[in-house]
Nanobody, 115 residues
């Protein structure tokens, strides 16, 4: 029923920027918290950022000051702006949304930062 599709990944040089988008479709009236996670091969998925319906944000220490999360409740979308990228930011990024007490995930988008 509910589908979450993300896009915007790619290859960038260290110090560059990238923007990720995530849009939910289906019978959706309200979206609670929205967020982003990332995962690299051989490692566990880690928290990146989250945003509440009221706009309160929270970031992992590793990305604070460089990444910005935002949301658009009319279009049921969330976004992540990645600035001052570092090679260690390389990962598959996943968006997530809380809808009707359940968590839904995007398919993932690859972000690769070259040295």
């Amino acid at each position: 029923q509910v589908q979450v599709v993300e896009s915007g990944g790619g290859l960038v040089q260290a110090g560059g920027s990238l923007s990720l988008s995530c849009v939910a479709s289906g019978t959706i009236f309200l979206v609670d918290n929205m967020g982003w996670y990332r995962q690299t091969p051989g490692k566990e998925r880690e928290f990146v950022a989250t945003i509440s319906p009221g706009g309160r944000t929270d970031y992992a220490d590793s990305v604070k000051g460089r990444f910005t999360i935002s949301r658009d409740d009319t279009s049921k979308a969330e976004f992540l702006r990645l600035n001052s990228l570092k090679p260690e930011d390389t990962a598959v990024y996943y968006c997530t949304m809380s809808i009707r007490t359940k968590s839904y995930w995007g398919q993932g988008t690859q972000v690769t930062v070259s040295s």
